[in-house]
């Protein structure tokens, strides 16, 4: 079948203007109401779906001169949403060792990590925090058809208070390199981000706490206050512009949530009660409970400091525990694996985690799909239905029931177009 794939691809380009194309298969997910109906005939017209239909229903007319990509034996369901990314950073070089590397270098990696995402059946993804501006250089050279890779909604620049987890600490004093995000006020906060919108930003990110990867804090304390955090979560509204929170500590959890920020970034340390408000406020969690394996198992190899290993020692159980809660609370949450941490490609390495602390994999599926497209503000994406994007990725067996089979994809099509998987 991948060579059948790889034929569409030489034979088509974007589609041109009323261009249709019919894609089949044995299955396809519904993942609205998590039922698989058999032979799905999916219609599409300049890559949005025109009309969609299965083998129990009344077949649609189809153009005579269509493009036909039959995928087989497979079951297909819409392309997936990583609502975490850092397409410009590598898990491979971390730490001082980045210091190596000339500043473009990154905006370069970032062009491979793209591709590698997208086959990995990833057809959106949300890229929060990137120096330089070089995920919305990225997302434009995609959009404009000079590179592969996925529908990218950029943050720029991650805002972040002086010293803290969105600051640069690697180096002394003499040196006195501090990042462009960095805000000390509601009032600077309400300027950055005007300044990020105005350079192509689609959505805001702030470090509410600290972190594992940066040096000299703590991973759960909080280093934005409320005023802060409310001033920019107003102006990114305001600018029709959600707002990420990289939180790992409860009181930062809690002081996000209140202040209207949109989704809290692994929520580590998330107690009952930040749980119900964000139950109340409709704020959804973004909880990268996969890559904990990746970094205790590499080390320091790849130039990780013995700090962040210890932070991720404390709290990488910790989060996972706090994700079997949350899930069975009821938050509302979406699939945000931290790509970039680990290595890109291997984002649906999360979904098992996820089934295996405590989700369905229809829910786990959900996350990376409708819940996730919910949480962009986007209708354009999420499920296969009429008028959207005809993103989708097909596997061999049922997801529903091996989560899985989404870490080897059989095929990937966005717009309607088959990516190639080699």
Known sequence: MRLLVAAFVLSLATPAAAETVVVTAARMLEVESGRVVAQPVIVVTDGRIASIASGSGQRPQIPTDAKRI?????????????????????????????????????????????????????????????????????????????????????????????????????????????????????????????????????????CATGGVFSLGD??????????????????????????????????????????????????????????????????????????????????????????????????????RQTFQRAVGLGVAMVFGSDAGVYPHGDNARQFSKMVEWGMTPVQAIRAATNAAAEALGRSDVGSLSVGKWADMVAVTGDPTADVRVLERPAAVLKGGVPVALD
């Open 218 to 319: 703590s991973v759960g304390g909080q280093q934005l206050s409320v005023e802060e955090m409310k001033a920019i979560a107003d102006e990114a509204h305001m600018l029709d512009m959600k707002v990420a929170a990289h939180a790992h500590g409860d009181e930062g959890i809690k002081a996000a949530i209140v202040a209207g920020i949109d989704t809290i970034e692994h929520a580590s340390l998330a107690s009952d009660e930040a749980m119900r408000l964000a139950i109340q406020h409709k704020t959804r969690f973004s909880m990268d409970i996969y890559n904990d394996d990746y970094i205790l198992a590499t080390g320091t190899a790849n130039g990780t400091e013995q700090e962040s290993l210890d932070k991720e020692r404390a709290i990488g159980l910790k989060q």
């Open 70 to 206: 039959d995928l087989g034996d497979v079951t297909i369901l819409p392309g997936l949403i990583d609502m975490h990314v850092h397409l410009t950073s590598l898990a491979e070089v971390g730490g001082y060792q980045t210091l190596k590397y000339t500043d473009s270098f990154w905006g370069a990696v970032g062009v491979a990590n793209a591709a590698k995402t997208l086959r990995a059946g990833f057809t959106t993804v949300r890229n929060v925090g990137a120096a330089d501006f070089q995920d919305v250089g990225l997302k434009e050279a995609i959009d404009g058809g000079w590179v592969i890779g996925p529908r990218i909604v950029p943050a720029g620049y991650a805002i972040g208070a002086t010293g803290g987890h969105c600051d640069d600490n690697a180096l002394p004093p003499s040196y006195d390199k501090q990042l462009p995000s960095v805000v000390n006020s509601p009032a600077e906060g309400r300027a950055k981000v005007r300044w990020l919108h105005k350079y192509g930003a689609e959505v805001i990110k702030i």
